[in-house]
């Protein structure tokens, strides 16, 4: 099993960036796809979650309004569309795969991709 995130980088405040998580090895329509972040020394925290069989979605409430998770079962991939962009949204972003439920807990997903820096600067 493979999950690979892609689209992160420099953003300004208020700008918007689109990440996106393929994976491979799995079928993305029996899972639940979460984007968790982690910036440094802070614990990693779930952004958004989807139940990729009925499309109900989860967020945090930092990021909810501003945020978007999606997937596109024909691709195997699941996106985050991030608008309106602070700083305090600078972390590196992963996605993650558990076999069942949205969990909250990072331990309760089976498989993790490498990440992706997102940074939201002047």
């Known amino acids: 099993v493979k999950l690979v995130e892609s689209g992160g980088g420099l953003v300004q405040p208020g700008g918007s960036v689109r990440l996106s998580c393929a994976a491979s090895?799995?079928?993305?329509?029996?899972?639940?796809m979460g984007w968790f972040r982690q910036a440094p020394g802070k614990e990693r925290e779930r952004v958004s979650c989807?139940?990729?069989?009925?499309?109900?979605?989860y967020y945090a409430g930092s990021v909810r309004g501003r945020f978007t998770i999606s997937s596109d079962n024909a691709k195997n991939t699941v996106y985050l569309q991030m608008n309106s962009l602070k700083p305090e949204d600078t972390s590196f972003y992963f996605c993650?795969?558990?076999?069942?439920?949205?969990?909250?807990?990072?331990?309760?997903?089976?498989?993790w991709g490498q990440g992706t820096q997102v940074t939201v600067s002047s």
């Open positions: 989807i139940i990729v069989s009925d499309g109900t979605t």
């Open positions: 090895g799995l079928d993305i329509e029996y899972y639940s």
């Open positions: 993650a795969a558990a076999r069942e439920w949205c969990e909250d807990e990072p331990d309760d997903y089976a498989y």
